[in-house]
């Protein structure tokens, strides 16, 4: 069975510092997904990482993703308060046989505080 | 414009009573899919389409069926809702073929069983 860990869980920063998001996941995978979710609203894609060493970034966020140490990250650069929302790993399992099938970390809800 | 849609976004029950939540897309997608989010736990698939006519379960299927009748359409039903289904549902779709296999989320459907 597949598990996908995140941590922190909850993260609390100020506005200008910089932290890591991990996302640990138990099996073979190389394809991993990090979305972003505001309150009271849908998942919005952030990040498609489809192979190991891949790096991608956006703004203040990069993602990067380990497949031999079944490892994801989200680096947070100089963060603002737009940046608070949870934020959700999710590793896809199926889509050699079955099209897409996630499975999602349990969230890090981001609070940037002036 | 490109999107997915639910029906309802709300919607307060009692236990017992059969109910459905639609979900649409217009972006011609093979596969379609229906995630529960529960605090502390992510989001977890509760059933998987690949095609007209083709669904299967997925994490957690019990007391759900669905239905794919036509490709742009895949309905949740929930034959005797019971409180442990309070929970918010996300309908998901992604395009065929090789790629990113990214999936567009709806804007979730909040239900609560009583």
């Known amino acids: 069975e597949l598990k996908v860990e995140q941590n922190p869980l909850f993260l609390s920063m100020q506005e200008g510092k910089n932290y890591t998001i991990y996302c640990n996941y138990s099996?073979?995978?190389?394809?991993l997904y990090w979305y972003r979710q505001d309150p009271g609203k849908s998942l919005e894609s952030l990040f498609v990482?489809?192979?190991?060493?891949a790096v991608k970034q956006e703004g203040r966020l990069m993602a990067s993703l380990d497949t031999k140490a079944r490892l994801s990250t989200l680096h947070i650069t100089a963060a603002v308060h737009d940046l608070s929302a949870t934020y959700f790993c999710?590793?896809?399992?199926?889509?050699?046989?079955?099209?897409?099938?996630?499975?999602f970390g349990e969230g890090t809800q981001l609070t940037v505080n002036p | 414009e490109a999107q997915v849609t639910q029906n309802p976004r709300y919607l307060i029950t009692v236990t017992g009573k059969k109910l459905t939540v639609t979900c649409s897309q217009n972006?011609?997608?093979?596969?379609m899919s229906w995630y529960r989010q529960d605090p502390g736990l992510g989001l977890r698939q509760i059933y998987y389409s690949m095609n007209v006519e083709v669904t299967d379960k997925g994490d957690v299927p019990e007391g759900y069926k669905v239905s794919r009748k036509e490709k742009r359409n895949f309905p949740l039903i929930l034959e005797s809702p019971s409180p442990n289904q309070t929970s918010l549902y996300f309908c998901a779709s992604s395009p065929p073929g090789e790629g990113s296999y990214e999936q567009y989320f709806g804007p979730g459907t909040r239900l609560t069983v009583t």
């Open positions: 972006m011609n997608h093979e596969y």
């Open positions: 999710a590793v896809d399992r199926g889509w050699e046989t079955s099209g897409s099938r996630l499975t």
């Open positions: 990482l489809l192979s190991n060493g």
């Open positions: 099996t073979t995978s190389d394809r």
